[in-house]
């Protein structure tokens, strides 16, 4: 079991190991730089000395997860892949001998259970660096984790004002900027309607949707691209009657991964399509909420970052051999559950990297590796990096257009790659 272990971590080193150069056979770059650029005054820390102390036998991370609730079941696809990741670095011998430690407790998508979870985590199983889904967990632990020194890696979220380094130097958040994407969204729709077009956006009244939707406003103002109206998604049904009402061009699903099948179903229920396509976030990339809405959703679109194990031109891409070869559940097609696998393999190459900086690996190194990324991750799509420096957390560098096909039950791409690199 070993030695096909040991195989799996010299291709993933061969196709994309060092955050500088993919293409590298080391294991991780030395980080000097990094080191040098980001600084963070421990003086300040709950516990200063534990910041800085070298890990030298388990780096224990603490994962607060929806592992009942609500949204357990497309949760369980992001574990999935996760575990699958960090079991496969511990058998081939870990981060350069210290072994990978997840601790999971049920917070059941809830931000209060995830702040009692994470000061457990913190002061009675004082873990290394913390993970955790959803933008509201991540609002309730950022202020404790930031004060305790203890680095939030890769949690899959994204809240801008979580995003400002000066403010939360030791969070790093997963999925792509809502300004970003909402840049992009935009953007699209004006490929398809260059005079112009009327947007309806159901909103999700959670963290994660209210962001969204913030966003894409933002992003719309001064361009031809209208919003003619806006519903709360907590009914579906209610959400589709009052967008369709308005008669958009483009429907915007300001919502989190188990909203998207629900609304376009609402929508055929009535007979409703818009006469251009529904526009969906990046979370909404689970097959199975399509499938299940059969015809109706048809042409919806998604930004996406990560690579398809389903296409067939990736057959021999070394990054896809090296996913299936460690995630082999049911799921393993899941774009969710890719996304798990991804974050923890960027967790596993940020600690590499910090593993090499003088000191050894620490609180400290781990969020300065973090902050000093240029790294494509095997399972990022072609000519998209993960992009990280001591003054700006860019994340993915850019969006492949995904359009789904309900005949094919599968995303099909649409033009090229999409920079979102800089503003």
Same mark, same amino acid.
């Given at each position: ?18 955050? =500088? ?30 910041? %800085? ?59 209060? =259970?995830?702040?009692?979870? %994470? ?17 509201? $967990?991540?609002?309730?632990?950022? @202020?404790?984790? !930031? ?7 890769? $949690? ?58 913030? &966003? ?18 907590? @009914?579906?049904? &209610? ?13 915007? !699903?300001?919502?989190?991964?188990? @909203? ?20 969906? $976030? ?17 042409? !919806? ?5 990560? =690579? ?13 051999? &090296? ?17 798990? #696998? ?13 593993? +090499? ?33 001591? %003054? ?11 359009? #789904?096909?309900?005949?094919? +039950? ?12 800089? +503003?």
């Amino acid at each position: 079991m070993l030695v096909g272990s040991v195989a799996v971590s010299l291709v993933l080193s061969s196709c994309s190991s060092s955050s =500088k150069d993919a293409s590298s056979t080391s294991s991780a770059p030395t980080g000097s730089a990094a080191a040098a650029a980001f600084k963070v005054d421990t003086s300040q820390c709950d516990d200063p000395a534990s910041a %800085t102390k070298k890990i030298t036998d388990t780096w224990k991370i603490g994962y607060s997860a929806p592992l009942s609730g609500p949204i357990a079941g497309v949760a369980s696809f992001a574990l999935d892949g996760f575990k699958a990741r960090i079991a496969a670095q511990n058998a081939a011998g870990g981060i350069n001998g210290v072994k990978i430690d997840v601790n999971y407790k049920d917070d059941q998508y809830t931000p209060d =259970k995830a702040k009692a979870n %994470t000061t457990e985590f913190i002061q009675s199983d004082h873990v290394d660096s913390l993970a955790t889904f959803g933008s509201g $967990p991540v609002g309730a632990i950022a @202020d404790d984790q !930031n004060a305790a020194c203890v680095p939030l890696l890769y $949690p899959s979220s994204s809240v801008q004002q979580y995003r400002d380094i000066s403010q939360y130097p030791w969070t790093v958040q997963f999925l792509p900027a809502g300004e970003a994407e909402a840049r992009y969204d935009v953007n699209y729709i004006l490929s398809k309607y260059p005079n112009g077009a009327k947007v309806g956006i159901a909103e999700n009244q959670n963290a994660s949707g209210v962001g969204e939707y913030n &966003a894409f406003v933002d992003a719309a103002k001064g361009t031809k691209v209208t919003v003619a109206v806006v519903a709360d998604q907590t @009914d579906p049904n &209610a959400a589709a009657t009052k967008i369709a009402a308005a008669k958009p061009e483009v429907v915007y !699903n300001a919502g989190i991964t188990t @909203d998207c099948g629900p609304l376009v179903i609402a929508m055929a229920r009535i007979g409703f399509k818009p006469s251009g396509f529904t526009m969906n $976030p990046d979370n909404c990339a689970d097959s199975t909420a399509y499938i299940a809405a059969g015809e109706a959703a048809d042409g !919806n679109v998604i930004p996406s970052y990560l =690579k398809s194990v389903t296409d067939p031109t990736l057959s021999s891409d070394a990054g896809v051999q &090296a996913y299936l070869s460690q995630v082999t559940g049911a799921d393993k097609d899941n774009t969710i559950t890719i996304a798990g #696998w991804t974050e923890a393999d960027l967790t596993i190459n940020t600690l590499l990297q910090a593993s +090499k900086m003088p000191g050894g690996l620490s609180h400290v190194t781990a969020i300065q590796a973090a902050r000093d990324q240029d790294y494509a991750s095997p399972m990022l799509g072609t000519g998209i990096t993960w992009q990280s420096t001591p %003054t700006a957390l860019v994340g993915f560098s850019g969006f492949q257009t995904l359009v #789904w096909s309900a005949s094919e +039950k599968a995303f099909k791409k649409d033009g090229p790659v999409v920079s979102v690199a800089a +503003k």
